[in-house]
């Protein structure tokens, strides 16, 4: 499986004022979702803390409760897993405590660009396509859940803006078919993610080898929509090719939040920040025999030294030769070559072996 080069600097998309691909630093997303409690002090202190921790974007999303759903009970309207966080939620309820105010857009995408963000949003019918489009967002983010939604893709990409869209449960044919409306509809730059729907998602079900694969059959950059705790996960995926993390926050989890328990606290986010652009610079370039910074470590290797005074016409054996660091003898290869050998002049102990201390053959 072929892995594009994390320095190719090919196929970059501009995102705002960020350059997004192989040839630069991972691209974090901060997404605020619910977690403001619909409390507008608290979702602009989220977005001041996304930015102190060295996010690149903010992303809201953009929906009301009867965009979203259907106010009825239902089956199908009232959520009965048992594993899920919002068991015996209405759905219409859920989405009306969680739902972003529209009027908040405008000041958070303000506020998050002059603290040095990109801010955008995730529009989930066509009205708020039309609406994040009149506040000029940098490109549009299309939810997992609404991958299958041909209509919502074919708006958003009409409006010749990047699009970023998460995969979740989607088949190889239904990402087929969003990427190819997207293209038929006029958005040429799309970035795919890789996304578990499940609330928190558990690493054994993330499948990250996916993400290669994915780039290579639709030939887009791929990133990692992440639902997992911690950062190693996101880290893993910088590794497999990953140039966009997506990761849910939160100020703090044990305030709660409708996805608090899979979000990120600041620290945390700090620490994806700084991590996976660790693992980006570590990729590289397929490399042997070492960097130029590692130059100097060489002299660390073994040699064949003298490790007694020898006077000159002595016999080298293994009770006046030793294999040891540093490196500045003859190399340990030549050990068996040398045994037996006659010495020319007096050798110290600690002299770094070498041929023109040997009585050359005539």
């Given at each position: 499986m072929f892995i594009s080069s994390p320095k190719d600097k090919s196929g970059a998309i501009r995102i705002g004022q960020r350059d997004v691909g192989f040839g630069h630093k991972p691209f974090i997303i901060a997404e605020l979702s619910g977690n403001h409690s619909q409390n507008y002090a608290l979702a602009e202190k989220m977005v001041e803390a996304a930015a102190a921790a060295g996010a690149d974007a903010i992303k809201l999303q953009t929906y009301t409760a009867d965009?979203?759903?259907?106010?009825?009970?239902?089956?199908?309207?009232?959520?009965?897993?048992?594993?899920?966080?919002?068991?015996?939620?209405?759905?219409?309820?859920?989405?009306?405590?969680?739902?972003?105010?529209?009027?908040?857009?405008?000041?958070?995408?303000?506020?998050?660009?002059?603290?040095?963000?990109?801010?955008?949003?995730?529009?989930?019918?066509?009205?708020?396509?039309?609406?994040?489009?009149?506040?000029?967002?940098?490109?549009?983010?299309?939810?997992?859940?609404?991958?299958?939604?041909?209509?919502?893709?074919?708006?958003?990409?009409?409006?010749?803006?990047?699009?970023?869209?998460?995969?979740?449960?989607?088949?190889?044919?239904?990402?087929?078919?969003?990427?190819?409306?997207?293209?038929?509809?006029?958005?040429?730059?799309?970035?795919?993610?890789?996304?578990?729907?499940?609330?928190?998602?558990?690493?054994?079900n993330t499948n990250l080898v996916t993400i290669p694969h994915m780039a290579q059959a639709f030939g887009v950059q791929v990133g990692l929509s992440d639902h997992t705790a911690g950062v190693g996960v996101s880290v893993a995926a910088i590794a497999l090719g990953a140039t966009v993390i997506e990761k849910h926050f939160v100020l703090d989890r044990n305030a709660g939040g409708v996805d608090a328990a899979f979000s990120l606290e600041p620290q945390e986010l700090s620490a994806l920040v700084t991590e996976t652009e660790r693992a980006w610079q570590a990729m590289g370039q397929v490399t042997y025999g070492g960097s130029a910074a590692e130059e100097k470590s060489k002299q660390y290797r073994r040699s064949i030294y003298v490790s007694k005074d020898i006077k000159a016409g002595e016999v080298l054996s293994r009770e006046n030769l030793k294999i040891v660091r540093p490196a500045f003898g003859l190399a340990p290869k030549h050990w068996d070559v040398v045994l037996g050998q006659v010495v020319t002049k007096d050798l110290p102990k600690g002299t770094p072996l070498d041929w023109h201390l040997l009585q050359q053959d005539s």
């Open positions: 965009s979203m759903t259907l106010d009825v009970n239902a089956k199908g309207f009232v959520i009965e897993e048992d594993d899920s966080l919002w068991r015996g939620e209405k759905l219409h309820a859920l989405y009306q405590k969680a739902a972003t105010p529209y009027e908040w857009h405008a000041k958070l995408f303000a506020k998050a660009r002059s603290l040095g963000m990109e801010a955008f949003s995730s529009p989930f019918d066509e009205a708020a396509v039309d609406f994040l489009d009149s506040l000029d967002v940098p490109c549009f983010k299309i939810a997992s859940f609404e991958l299958t939604d041909l209509p919502l893709i074919a708006k958003a990409a009409s409006k010749g803006k990047p699009l970023i869209m998460s995969t979740g449960m989607a088949s190889l044919s239904e990402i087929e078919q969003a990427v190819a409306c997207a293209k038929a509809n006029g958005c040429s730059e799309i970035i795919l993610l890789k996304c578990t729907s499940t609330y928190p998602a558990q690493p054994t």
